[in-house]
């Protein structure tokens, strides 16, 4: 069964510091690849996805992620972190096969930013 | 904003009693989905609907069943709550078949089961 897995629950940076947050699939063939942000007391929020062609995606906020098959990963950066940026951040993966588009999340990374 | 509604937003029951959940879309989605977001977890689904009156389980779908009569409304009743059901849940949408589309997510709604 497919499944998702983002290194690291909780991720501290300082404001201005290269954010890195990983996740990496199981299927041997690439689903489609979601990145959402959860801020406190509130739903989820799409960042970007990848679904074919460019694998670098680039999302809101100044969040981008690259897709790399060889690596079955998709982790999500941002080269300078803001105080805003303070969230829970989900990996989300569907199979292409999938017609009811179910989603398989991550376990979720919470980011924290030091001033 | 999606236009996904859910209530109540915050509930707290005792064991053993039934709980209904509403979801309520204003987007005339086709596919509606429940979940429930525990720490350590991420978001597990319980049921998704692909259309008025089909459903269908999720993975953690034991104790859970679902209704949807209309296109805008999607409940979760929990025949009998338990501690173990204690959760966030979260009702999302998405217009179309296949998987590429993304999801929208409701604002949740915090159940307790003492």
């Known amino acids: 069964a497919q499944s998702v897995t983002q290194l690291g629950s909780h991720v501290s940076v300082s404001e201005g510091a290269l954010v890195l947050l990983r996740c990496n699939y199981s299927s041997s063939v690439p689903p489609y690849l979601f990145w959402y942000v959860q801020y406190p007391n509130q739903g989820l929020q799409l960042l970007l996805k990848y679904t074919t062609g460019a694998t670098l995606v680039k999302g809101i906020n100044g969040f981008e992620a690259e897709f790399k098959k060889s690596e079955t990963s998709f982790h999500l950066t941002k080269p300078s972190a803001h105080m805003s940026d303070a969230a829970e951040y989900f990996c989300a993966v569907s199979d292409r096969n999938n017609q009811g588009g179910k989603l398989i999340f991550g376990q979720g990374t919470e980011l924290s930013v030091k001033p | 904003d999606a236009g996904i509604t859910q209530s109540p937003r915050h509930k707290v029951t005792e064991t053993g009693t039934p709980v209904t959940l509403r979801c309520h879309q204003t987007?005339?989605?086709?596919?509606m989905y429940w979940y429930r977001q525990d720490p350590g977890h991420g978001l597990r689904l319980i049921h998704y609907s692909y259309g008025v009156k089909d459903t269908d389980k999720g993975e953690v779908s034991d104790g859970y069943s679902v209704s949807r009569s209309k296109t805008e409304d999607f409940l979760l009743t929990l025949e009998s709550a338990t501690s173990s059901q204690t959760s966030v849940y979260f009702c999302?949408?998405?217009?179309?078949?296949?998987?590429?589309?993304?999801?929208?997510f409701g604002p949740g709604t915090r159940l307790t089961v003492l």
């Open positions: 999302a949408i998405r217009e179309t078949s296949g998987g590429a589309r993304e999801q929208f």
């Open positions: 987007e005339n989605h086709r596919y």
